[in-house]
């Protein structure tokens, strides 16, 4: 019990980057655009939360400026697929290199630096709860966001006209347009405020979670996020359940690196990617077919209202 | 005045838009890439011209443009076929390291000090190594609808952890002060280099490939197979080809070439397998093969040109201590405005003016 | 319907529009009254749809204008559309699969809270559906419904909308006759109440039944519009093409061969894993037409698939010339000589993005003289792919033509040679003649009766009544998955059998019935 706690709450932190990546990628994917570009909006996220909370050493203000910065990188991906009807996956791989290459160059000077960051909260009464309390309420206010955030979403999309909306132009475009829903106005509002959410999940690596900036310090939990939508189904609740198994076993690898371990720290490494592709599998084999009609059925397709065979 | 601009679809689109897109793409990203540079307080004119002298200004530079530019061509040709047929496999970059992973190995413990079996038995190794480790997302992406693009990415990060492995640990090279590499390769183990320049025998490998890959697509069954499945896998179901089948020995070819990139690399250039030895050869292919527009003669060409991007990237990093992510976002830039630039091949757009509509 | 019922509920006047250089409609009057059904009658492609696709603001016209209620608008979006009134049943129903009967009723809707009440809603609707006659379950997603219960969710969605106009397209094309005799109560009932109707078709029956007033196009433009009172069915047919022409079908008497193709308790699945075809047994004899009538999704598609080996088949036996089939994939079915016709031509049949050619060899790529070791002699290609377009009149500017350029009749004609050219035993159509203008129908039911004639063995899967009644030799009608009946004599069978029995009541019930009537 005593061993567990601490890296259960050790899964829950280094879960939550992910966590909030994938969320904003099911708002995204749910209004039909596919956006691969995780891997580059996170580290742009996660550098600049590092860098204006340097400056301003407000981390709120920091989260605030990453969430902008990830919806105006976004808008170019916005602006490719939506308006220009290009090619999503090409578009998504553009915007990892340019966001990688981009938050590496402007990071390149804050290498070594630190900062105060985002510290823990405990929520009173609740952090008590044995057990649960240390494990989930016990950590620094993001977190506690997030989970918000995975309730608010699970009520909007099945519960709101809002959401209803959105479902519908990720579903079938041509019936959401008929009845006056703007197929290009909900497609650009989700995808750049998805956008912003996956920016929040890196800066979470930098001004929560490591409190230091790194060159490529995602290392891949975009590309991670990206598949947990899929195993989620998209649904905001298994996508939770799924970060934090990846949190998990971070966790629980740093640990065993922590104790001295015999096997090498590679291979080690290897865990988190091997695991992603494991679970893409079962998720794949278990649902069969039935994955394609669960997904948006519009995903990756542009829209265009006058166009004739 | 302007009253307004009319967006047409096109019938055709005409051929000069097929060489003018992606100039007007790569001039637009530099243009880009400057504002960003004079922003990051660097002179983008002093940046380019160190570029474009390093790289295309005298022998030497050519000579390295085409060194960085075989690996491109290489992996690009791979990423091409995979591409052809719709299935995404990003993962050239692992099946470059799984490649020389097994180059390595062959010179570790199958050494027989002949080059020209030295060579076959390199090649055969990398390419099988490459092909096997992409068949691998082929056959998952085939039989189960598991998203390749997801697994071909996440075996990029254990493929260059694998190679981490035995370069920090078995196989590091006792009297290498420490650094990660193997030892150094004998010299049987070495492929040819022309003259007393760094290009090595890979160019011939990519130009022969390249030519293979063009038959195959213009005459033979197999490669009007894999047209049909990347334009309409329901009509080539219905036409009775494989579609499994195609899918994983496609995959098990694009992942081959690409481990046989990683092979010329290390046995061409570098001698030895090191850490991190790939500077996103793999990824940079991606863009080689889509601006190349799945062409294989037209891969040759932009391979060149981002070759040379490459050692322009290369410069920067020596002369005015840029690290070497801004050729990558230069590259990402490309993609974005031929990405947008496609659009003018689909529609055609007129401004509509006041005379016109009266 | 308070407004002044003197001025017409919608005018719309020299409608013109225009797509890549295609007319699709010139100079255009159309006008409804409230109270008043007014068909447009036209051939496929003549323009209908497109008219009320601008008139519901999703497309927008290059030149005219719309009136409602004498007041000019102009419509940017469905939204404005809806705003005033106007509300279109769309052929291709726009309903989102994935979710509720109650949830397409009020998607888009401005005027709800943000969160939904959903018990509201669904007595809302269900008090609706009980004042229409259009009675559907709530809480059902809509891939689950028939697709007569999709057209009534589709009605009760304008409605709910409060619609004044109501456009339905090709509104009977999906449904069994009782089923239309039901819609066209609806549609008296919505009359009665004041509502404007437009009524898209393309049978004259229908058109002269339902309506007070016809317009009628052609190619793009108005030829006329007439009192329906004043007019004949003929009269109508000629206005619709343009010059006389016969509706038969002349087929030549045939005595039918051995049998060339059976299935013995075949079971296959959707795509969704549930079951399509249950236990069915067929035969099918040379020089013979077998017909299935049916309404879309009781399982056709997936019994053709099924037969040329696209689909798997889950329990059951087929035989070719009394061999069971062992292994049935595309390959071996096409080997054995089944020729597919598929409905979806640019999905299935063909890959628009090549040309011509390349299209001609899609089923023999792999078979001398197409193959040579493992290339293909395109010179062999060459000659294969001009004479197919000489013998079937496709009409292309080149054999290197993509075939997305080509319009839907030659995108069949060319289907037709590749599949027809080396005179198949077996063949499966599937709506062959969907979507084509009256000439090319015309050559495509000669071209199958053509090869009935000469001996093959066809499977002709179609909507449209009429052409499977006259050229079926025999008729079957299935019913979610299963035969109701087979009859040998297809035109002594009564549409309202025919209808009953696309209803699920089998054969033999309805033969009964008749008898306790008759005594």
Known sequence: ?309 | MIKGIAVQKRKESPRWLELAIPVAGILLALVTGAIFLSFLGVSPVKAYREMIISSLGDSYGLSETIVKAIPLALAGLGVMLSFKMLIWNIGAEGQIFIGSLATAAMVRYCFIDNSVVMFCLMVLAAAFAGGAWAAVAGYLRARWRVNEIITTLMMNYVAIHLVDYFVYGPWRDPGSLGFPMTAPFPNSARLYQFGDSRVHLGIIMAIILACIFYWLFRYTRWGYEIRVIGENPKAADFAGMDYLKNVVMVMFLSGAIAGIAGMTEIAGLQGRLQHGFSAGYGYTAIIVAWLGRLHPLVILIVSFLLGALLVGGDTLQIMMRLPLSTTLVIQGLILFFVLGGEFFRRYSIKIISERDSS | MSRNILSPLVRMEGITKTFAGFVANSQIDFDVKNGEVHSLLGENGAGKTTLMNILSGLYIQDEGNIWIHDELREFRSPRDAILSGIGMVHQHFMLVPSMTVWENMVLGLKDLPSILPKKEIIGQMESLSSRYGLHVEPEARIWQLSIGEQQRVSILKVLFRKAELLILDEPTAVLTPQEADNLFKTVHQMKAEGHGIVFISHKLNEVTALSDRVTILRKGKRIGTVNTSDTTQENLAEMMVGKRVSFNITKRPQKPGKISMEIRDLSVNNDRGLPAVRDLCLQLREGEILGIAGIAGNGQQELCEAMVGLRKVEAGEMYINQIRIQKADPKSMISQGVRYIPADRKGTGLVPNMNVQENSILKNYWQKPVSRGITIDWNVVYKLASSIVRKFNVDTPSLSTPVRNLSGGNLQKLMLGRELSDEPPVIIAVHPTWGLDVAATGFVRDTILNERDKGASILLVSEDLDELVAMSDRLAVMHKGRFMGITDEPETLSREALGLMMAGIAHEDILQRDEGKGS
Request: hydrophobic share 50%; with cysteine; glycine share 12%.
């Open chain 1, 1 to 309: 019990m005593d061993i567990l706690i601490p890296i259960l709450a050790a899964a829950v932190r280094s879960g939550t980057p992910i966590l909030y990546a994938t969320l904003g990628e099911i708002l995204t994917e749910k209004s039909g655009v596919l956006n691969l570009g995780l891997e580059g909006i996170m580290l742009m996220g996660a550098f600049t939360g590092f860098a204006v909370s340097m400056y301003t050493g407000n981390p709120w203000i920091a989260i605030a400026a990453s969430f902008l910065v990830g919806m105006i990188i976004t808008s170019i991906h916005g602006f490719l697929c939506i308006t220009m009807g290009a090619n999503q996956v090409v578009s998504g791989l553009a915007l990892t290199m340019a966001g990688t290459g981009a938050s590496s160059l402007l990071g390149r000077n804050f290498i070594g630096e630190t900062i105060t960051g985002l510290g823990k909260m405990h929520l009173p009464f609740l952090s008590e709860i044995p057990f649960i309390g240390p494990i989930l309420f016990d950590h620094d206010p993001l977190v506690y966001i997030s989970y918000f955030l995975v309730l608010f979403m699970c009520f909007f999309l099945s519960f709101t006209k809002s959401g209803l909306s959105l479902r519908a132009v990720g579903d079938s475009p041509r019936s959401a347009d008929s009845v006056g829903i703007s197929v290009v106005r909900t497609r650009y509002f989700y995808t750049l405020i998805g956008g912003g959410i996956v920016a929040i999940g890196g800066a979470y690596m930098s001004v929560a979670y490591t409190k230091m900036w790194g060159d490529l310090m995602t290392a891949g939990r975009g590309w991670i996020a990206v598949a947990l939508v899929i195993f989620a189904i998209w649904h905001p609740m298994r996508a939770a359940f799924g970060a934090y198994l990846f949190g998990g076993v971070e966790a629980f690898q740093l640990r065993l690196q922590a104790a001295g371990t015999t096997i090498p720290t590679p291979l080690l490494m290897m865990l988190p990617y091997i695991l992603t592709i494991t679970v893409l599998l079962v998720i794949s084999i278990r649902e069969g077919k039935g994955l394609i009609f669960e997904a948006p059925s519009s995903l990756g397709q542009p829209f265009y209202r006058e166009e004739r065979e």
